[in-house]
């Protein structure tokens, strides 16, 4: 993913905003908090995808241009169209870049998946050793008594 700070120079480039101040009062936060964002390279994605839902996502999140959303509506800002993005070619690219991420989350999905069977092996060994732990206090207290 992007610097956040690249995310935040989209939105302010689709709305026309000149300021960090004018981007702030859109999202509903103060000015200092923007500052932050940017200084520790995070951001609110629930706030700013809400306020940005009507943006295609793979632009604003990644800078990849697409040219419409499913409803048709234009989602770019004027400054990235151009003769070359609407050329037939353009349709190959963005496939090509669509099917980019879609690989990158079907290799995320399968990382995740491996993780959480790992997890899961970790958990039965964790109650394995739990049970094999309170057998041996039992066993302790007998001979004890």
């Not at 939105?11 to 009062?25: R, V």
């Not at 989602?75 to 496939?95: G, I, N, W, Y």
């Amino acid at each position: 993913m992007n610097d956040k700070a690249e995310i935040l120079g989209r939105i302010k480039d689709y709305f026309g905003f000149n300021t960090d101040t004018d981007l702030a009062d859109f999202l509903g936060i103060k000015r200092s908090t923007l500052s932050n964002w940017t200084k520790r390279n995070s951001i609110d994605y629930d706030l700013v995808l809400s306020k940005c839902e009507h943006i295609d996502k793979n632009w604003l999140l990644c800078g990849i241009k697409t040219k419409t959303t499913k409803n048709k509506e234009n989602v770019l800002p004027a400054s990235t169209q151009d003769a070359d993005f609407k050329r037939e070619d353009t349709k190959k690219t963005t496939s090509i870049q669509e099917n980019s991420i879609c690989s990158e989350c079907v290799r995320k999905d399968e990382q995740i998946e491996k993780l959480e069977e790992k997890l899961e092996k970790a958990h039965k060994e964790i109650g394995r050793l739990e049970l094999l732990l309170e057998q041996n206090r039992v066993a302790y207290k007998q001979t004890a008594s």
